[in-house]
Each structure stands twice: as C-alpha cells, then as structure tokens.
C-alpha cells in the first residue's frame, strides 16, 4: 500500500476536527454570557441586585393631603314669621266689585255761603229772596223748598226753589259749584187764559273772593222783560 495516499485521508479528518472545535468553542463561550443575561431580569423581578447593576433607588414616600381649606360661615337664616292660614273664599260667579274711591276732606273750616236770587220785571221794584247755609270745607250742602199756589182759572201750582252748593277751600280764594231751581209764575192775561209758569234750572262753577258778593247768573224768560238774578257772597269762618 502507498503512504501518500494515506497521509492525505488522515490530513483532511484532522481538518475537519479543528474545524469544528472552532466552531464548538464560541458557542460555548457565549452561553455563559446568554445565561447571565437571562439571569439579570430575573434577579430584577426578584428584588436582587445584579453583579455589574445598581442598586434600585427605592419609591418616593407618597406626599401628606393638602389639608381642606375651611368654608367661609354662612349668616344664620332669619326665622319667617307664622303665616295665618289662607281661607279659600265661595265663588258666586260675580266679578268683584271695583274699590270705592277715598273721598279726601278738607280743612276744619265752615263757609257761609249766602244766596240772594233777585225776580225783576220791567221797571218794577226786585223781589229778592235769600238763601244762607254754613257748609264745612270739601262738602256738600243743599237746600229744598217747595210753596204751593192756588191761581184763578187753573189747578193748584207747586213752585219750587232749591239750592245747591259745594266749596273748598284753595289758598286764599274759594272754588264753588252751586244750582238752582225755580219758577217764575205768571198772570193771565185775559180773563179766559189760565195763567202760565217758567222754570229756570241753573248750575255753574266760580272762584270766589273770601267775603265779596259775585254775581253767578243771570237768566231771562223767554216771553217777558223778567229776569232772575243769582248772586253768592262767600266767606271764611275761621
């Protein structure tokens, strides 16, 4: 048998030896590495330090509550009052009736108030007849008189005559609302006439000087030369 051709069979198994335990002997250096690597996670879940590792810097110690921060006091309610209970009123279907309206006085003053009513014909002497009442400031005051007549050639004849007045009291002066009412009768003229009557209705609104007669109208019948006069004085009794 030849020798060289055994040397080179032997040569190339001694190759292939080395060459693997080149290649074993990294491997076996890297799983000491590859176990400590996997060892380090472990320690770490565990709490251990590792070798070449600092120490776990412990958790901070958690912060005090803030203290609570005190509410401004309320002022105390006042108590209410006990309310009467309400009693429900019966309905009766009607509207209510509307407030009466206050009817405001005036001073404690009287006025006397004088009435002159003057009946003239023609030329012939006036026939005056006066009327006087005392009428406290802001009211009211009214006179009636009715006289009944008895005239040839007609029935019994009523003739009235009526005054009414109301003064107040403003400043210095004096404002008056006054009416009257009266007849004038008249004659026949003839024996087979019946004798006739006028009726005068007045009423007027004047502002008077305290204590000076002022004339308030004068009125006309319409079928003769008479006439009817009114005049007022009115004065302040203090």
């Given at each position: 048998?030849?020798?060289?051709?055994?040397?080179?069979?032997v040569?190339?198994?001694?190759?292939?030896?080395?060459?693997?335990?080149?290649?074993?002997?990294?491997?076996?250096?890297?799983?000491?590495?590859?176990?400590?690597?996997?060892?380090?996670?472990?320690?770490?879940?565990?709490?251990?330090?590792?070798?070449?590792?600092?120490?776990?810097?412990?958790?901070?110690?958690?912060?005090?509550?803030?203290?609570?921060?005190?509410?401004?006091?309320?002022?105390?309610?006042?108590?209410?009052?006990?309310?009467?209970?309400?009693?429900?009123?019966?309905?009766?279907?009607?509207?209510?009736?509307?407030?009466?309206?206050?009817?405001?006085?005036?001073?404690?003053?009287?006025?006397?108030?004088?009435?002159?009513?003057?009946?003239?014909?023609?030329?012939a002497?006036?026939?005056?007849?006066?009327?006087?009442?005392?009428?406290?400031?802001?009211?009211?005051?009214?006179?009636?008189?009715?006289?009944?007549?008895?005239?040839?050639g007609?029935?019994?004849?009523?003739?009235?005559?009526?005054v009414?007045?109301?003064?107040?009291?403003?400043?210095?002066?004096?404002?008056?609302?006054?009416?009257?009412?009266?007849?004038?009768?008249?004659?026949?003229?003839?024996?087979?006439?019946?004798?006739?009557?006028?009726?005068?209705?007045q009423?007027?609104?004047?502002?008077?000087?305290?204590?000076?007669?002022?004339?308030?109208?004068?009125?006309?019948d319409?079928?003769?030369?008479?006439?009817?006069?009114?005049?007022?004085?009115?004065?302040?009794?203090?």
């Open positions: 048998m030849n020798v060289r051709w055994m040397i080179t069979p040569a190339i198994i001694t190759l292939l030896a080395a060459s693997a335990a080149a290649q074993t002997a990294p491997v076996a250096a890297t799983r000491p590495a590859v176990a400590a690597a996997r060892a380090i996670p472990v320690a770490q879940a565990a709490g251990v330090a590792a070798p070449d590792q600092a120490p776990p810097v412990p958790p901070a110690p958690p912060s005090p509550p803030a203290p609570p921060v005190a509410a401004a006091p309320q002022p105390p309610t006042p108590p209410r009052s006990a309310q009467a209970p309400r009693v429900p009123r019966a309905s009766t279907g009607e509207a209510p009736a509307p407030p009466e309206a206050r009817h405001v006085r005036g001073q404690l003053v009287n006025l006397r108030l004088e009435f002159t009513v003057t009946d003239q014909i023609g030329s002497p006036p026939v005056k007849k006066i009327i006087t009442m005392n009428v406290a400031d802001g009211e009211s005051g009214r006179i009636r008189t009715n006289a009944e007549v008895y005239r040839k007609s029935a019994m004849t009523i003739v009235p005559l009526s009414d007045a109301s003064p107040e009291i403003e400043g210095s002066r004096i404002r008056l609302r006054a009416s009257l009412e009266y007849q004038l009768l008249k004659e026949a003229t003839e024996p087979d006439l019946p004798a006739g009557k006028t009726s005068i209705t009423m007027v609104t004047a502002v008077l000087n305290d204590g000076v007669s002022t004339i308030l109208s004068q009125s006309a319409p079928l003769t030369d008479r006439k009817v006069t009114l005049e007022v004085k009115a004065t302040i009794i203090r």
